[in-house]
């Protein structure tokens, strides 16, 4: 370790003992740092001096100090005498802490935000085209407008620019009027007022835009003008007046054009910017997905918001989460299938169960009704009629379902979806006080449509012949669904032995108004016991339906080669196998061109048929 | 201002969108709003120009 090379006063032995003094000090702090004040006694000092044969008494010491002031200081205690001095060989410094500038005193007290003067920017009076596009200009303001361009002085000037079709030269920025030589003087010259930029031309670069409808202006200053000119660019597009419009085309008009905006969500009727549409994740839409399953059937939007989202009805933010559930599932179209109507928003995901008969496929039922598809007069306005009645067929019975046909079309409403390919729809039944969820499956370019699901109601209250009526109601989701109540009746009514496949007639009692004709019981159509439905080869061929049906009916003609039947019973007989139409049963009798189906001269509105005319 | 006649295709212009735009960005309107209530707006409107 360097030892500290320490001039002293004094003469050569104070010299010495100096030097002694501050080597014994030095030796004794001698881990302390350089600068740090070494404090002994001077009475510990002259004892240990006489250990090492430097014989110093306490005032010979003090006295070293005081002649040596640069380098030792003196301290009186209250009962000892201190000699201070350092490694470095300086008397010791009082010291303060500088804490004005600690990081930890800055932390706590930041340096206040400096005020920064905001630039002002010139403000454009005249709204750029797509300014107007998206944003209405209520009424006046272009009056609002013209009153504080008037007040404007005349530096700030708004003229037309025409629209820049070609290519400009570069950006330059030249004076127009005087030299610059003449603008120094006029500048050294002129009023404090005067000191408005001289007027000069602004060259806008070129910028190929397409020519809107809207002229572009740009913030010129003139001041050479004496008198102020305005030309706000007013909209090329009027305002259009639509009161001799009907809703219809004023409500296709607003979709066509507000569809193809992708600012704006749309579902249904209903509007909104998408993007104050709530949003759903990847896990809201799991759950979605998982509450349907774990419910068996289609739900609502309105359920599943309350249910699932926690969304509470009544609440100002529900309509709109249902209009999310809405908007954002229709756009999950691997997951979700829109199965609702305008009013009554029913929502399914794959894996649900089918809803009505399994007896049949749904595609073979749609098959099975492809001639309402096909005939142009069983198309009907959606939602034209306000009630309709039925009788219900052998067929429909069974099945469960209802033909989509003229009547049905006119009474229920169209997909509100593209691409919807059924609804689910309620029809309550007031006598039972039972609602049930139907299907109503579109019908297709080549196949019908039909109604599914009302197995429970059929089998509970009604024959095949009964009459039934649907009426709707204000939603256009949910119908109510009534028979005609009658005293009970007890009959042998056939019906189809699902484990045999064969036909047979049980004893049935009904309490529901039934149209004879159209009833199937064992008094008129014994034949039909023990009977096979025909095969399927024979059943797709309507022809062949109505000579077996003939034949089931079995009553001979008088000369034993043919049948006789009347349309009414023919009607009842061939709907056991397929639907068949009235009119449509009509037409095959009346234009069956083999001749093995002829008007029956004796029988008011009877048929015959002979056969060996068709297979 | 035009008169959109009833034999005509009714088409909405561009000002016709702004105005239904801002009418969809109003706050204080229940959201969210039908067809029904944009052709009431339409209608109702006050024309300018």
């Keep these: ?65 005081k002649s040596n002031s640069t380098v030792f200081a003196i301290e009186v205690g209250d009962e000892e005498t201190f000699i201070v001095t350092t490694r470095a060989g300086r008397s010791p410094v009082a010291t303060s802490t500088d804490s004005d500038h600690t990081f930890a005193v800055r932390f706590m007290t930041p340096l206040p935000k400096p005020e920064r003067t905001t630039p002002v920017r010139p403000r454009v009076v005249a709204p750029e085209s797509s300014w107007i596009r998206d944003v209405f200009v209520p009424t006046g303001s272009l009056d609002v407008i013209a009153a504080s361009a008037a007040a ?21 920025f030249e004076s127009e009027s005087t030299p610059v030589a003449d603008r120094v003087e006029d500048e050294v010259l002129a009023e404090p007022e005067a000191a408005i930029p001289a007027p000069r031309t602004i060259t806008v670069p070129p910028v190929m835009v397409q020519p809107t409808s809207l002229p572009q202006a740009a913030v010129t200053p003139d001041p050479v003008a004496s008198e102020p000119v305005l030309s706000v660019p007013a909209p090329s597009v009027p305002v259009q007046s639509f009161g001799g419009v009907d809703d219809v085309r004023l409500a296709t008009a607003i979709g066509d054009r507000l569809r193809m905006d992708p600012r704006v969500a749309n579902f249904g009727d209903d509007w909104m910017l998408e993007e104050r549409v709530p949003r759903l994740g990847r896990n809201d839409l799991r759950r979605l997905r998982e509450y349907l399953q774990e419910q068996e059937q289609p ?99 069974t099945l469960g379902l209802l033909p989509y046909d003229r009547d049905l079309q006119g009474l229920l409403p169209a997909p509100l979806m593209p691409n919807q390919r ?18 109503l499956r579109y019908p297709t370019p ?23 009526s649907i009426e709707r109601t204000e939603n256009d989701g949910h119908y109510l669904v009534r028979h005609i109540q ?81 349309f009414n019973e023919l009607f009842a007989v061939t709907n056991i196998e397929r639907p068949f139409a009235e009119g449509y049963l009509r037409n095959l009798l009346d234009s069956d061109e083999s001749g093995a189906f002829a008007k029956d001269p004796d029988t008011d509105d009877g048929y015959t048929y002979v056969p060996g005319s068709t297979s | 201002m035009s008169d ?34 944009l052709i009431d707006e339409l209608r109702t409107r006050t024309p300018r120009g």
């Design chain 1, 299 to 397: 739900l609502t939007d309105e359920v599943l918001a309350q249910d699932v989202l926690g969304g509470r009805p009544g609440s100002p933010d529900f309509e709109q989460l249902r209009f999310a559930v809405n908007f954002r599932l229709s756009r999950e179209h691997r997951e979700f299938d829109f199965v609702g109507t305008r009013n009554q928003r029913f929502w399914s995901t794959g894996s649900l169960p089918q809803i009505g008969t399994t007896r049949k496929k749904p595609t073979e039922i749609a098959t099975d009704y492809r001639v309402i598809a096909e005939d142009p007069s069983q198309q009907a306005e959606p939602r034209s009629v306000a009630s309709i009645d039925h009788v219900l067929t052998f067929y429909e019975y």
């Design chain 1, 486 to 566: 009658e005293k009970p009746t007890s009959a042998r009514m056939l019906e189809l032995e699902d484990r045999r496949q064969r036909y047979v007639f049980r004893p049935t009692t009904y309490a529901c108004g039934v149209f004879d004709d159209y009833l199937l019981t064992e008094d008129r159509f014994g034949n039909l016991a023990q009977e096979k439905p025909l095969d399927e080869k024979s059943r797709r061929r309507p022809e062949s339906v109505v000579s077996a049906s003939f034949d089931r009916i079995g009553r001979k003609l008088e000369t034993g080669t043919g049948f006789a039947a009347t």
């Design chain 1, 422 to 439: 059924s609804s689910v729809l309620t029809f309550e039944c007031p006598q039972s006080y039972t609602t049930y969820l139907v299907e």
């Design chain 1, 1 to 65: 370790m360097a030892s500290t090379q320490v001039a002293f006063r004094g003469s050569v032995a104070d010299k010495e003992l100096a030097d002694q003094l501050f080597q014994v000090m030095s030796g004794f702090a001698r881990f302390s740092s350089y600068d740090a004040p070494i404090r002994l006694s001077t009475a510990a000092l002259s004892e240990f001096m006489g250990t090492i044969d430097m014989e110093a008494t306490p005032e010979k010491l003090q006295s070293l100090a």
């Design chain 2, 4 to 37: 959109a006649t009833t034999e005509e295709t009714v088409q909405l212009n561009d000002v016709d969108i702004a105005y239904l735009l801002s009418i969809l960005r109003d706050y204080n309107r229940p959201q969210p709003i039908s067809t029904q209530q």
């Design chain 1, 446 to 468: 080549n196949r019908g449509g039909f109604i599914l699901g009302l197995d429970d109601f059929y089998n509970e209250n009604l024959v095949p012949g009964a009459l039934l």
């Design chain 1, 152 to 172: 404007v002085p005349a530096a700030a000037r708004v003229v037309e620019q025409a629209p820049v079709e070609t290519p400009a030269p570069e950006l330059t």
